[in-house]
């Protein structure tokens, strides 16, 4: 079992939609979680951090359930420039906090 | 100017070669990671270093090797190239000071390798 777990997809959404994607990790003592976007043929980049709490950043909500071990990501009001691959990405919070990558979920925002 | 940069972009190479990808870095961060990324498997962590004089091997270390010659610069090194290790090279940094929940990590713009 692969210790970050996403759905690759594709997901086919009309600009406008609300999507979201789930992730599960087999690690009960990660400490840190996160989103990142990745562009065809271009590195990660941070989206955003997930707190326990969850936590917005405009159009992109983030939530952690550390019972059930999944994250989320809620996308409002699709934009076509939201096409991008979404890595789920926990960290392990030991001495070395190394992150760990989920194979990621791609989306496609179609007009 | 990128923060995190590398060298070559896009490389050909033959089976049995040894060849170098250089990363280099303006964020003064002192960790450096090297990952490799194939279709379907996401990132996968090659070595990491976490100053100049440390040095350690990742999830999939076989067949590389790596020197950290200054806090700024971390290059990968296949010794002997093998078609398998045709892939999208990532390098990153982070920072131990931002604290565990806030250490992320930021990468280079890749390295595409392609082994005959």
């Known amino acids: 079992r692969k210790e970050v777990e996403q759905d690759p997809g594709p997901f086919n959404v009309p600009e406008g939609a609300t999507v979201a994607f789930n992730c599960t990790y087999s690690?009960?003592?990660?400490?840190?979680f996160f989103w990142y976007r990745q562009d065809c043929r271009k590195e990660p980049k941070l989206l955003m951090s997930?707190?326990?709490s969850g936590n917005e950043d405009g159009r992109f909500t983030a939530q952690l359930n550390r019972a059930s071990q999944y994250i989320s990501l809620l996308i409002r009001d699709s934009k076509l420039s939201d096409s991008a691959t979404y890595l789920c990405v926990v960290s392990n919070g030991g001495a070395g906090n190394m992150l760990t990558f989920g194979g990621g979920t791609r989306l496609m925002v179609k007009p | 100017d990128a923060d995190v940069t590398q060298t070559p972009r896009n490389r050909i190479t033959k089976t049995g070669k040894r060849i170098m990808l250089e990363c280099s870095q303006t964020?003064?961060?002192?960790?450096m990671y090297w990952y490799r990324q194939d279709p379907g498997l996401g990132l996968r962590l090659i070595y990491y270093?976490?100053?100049?004089?440390?040095?350690n091997k990742g999830e999939i270390s076989d067949g590389y090797s790596v020197s950290r010659q200054a806090q700024a610069k971390f290059s990968l090194s296949l010794e002997s190239a093998i078609p398998n290790q045709t892939a999208l090279y990532f390098c990153?940094?982070?920072?131990?000071?931002?604290?565990?929940?806030?250490?992320?990590?930021?990468f280079g713009p890749g390295t595409r390798l392609l082994v005959l």
């Open positions: 997930v707190y326990s």
């Open positions: 270093s976490f100053d100049v004089k440390d040095i």
């Open positions: 990153a940094t982070s920072d131990r000071t931002s604290g565990r929940r806030r250490e992320t990590q930021y």
């Open positions: 964020k003064g961060h002192d960790r």
């Open positions: 690690n009960s003592a990660s400490q840190s």
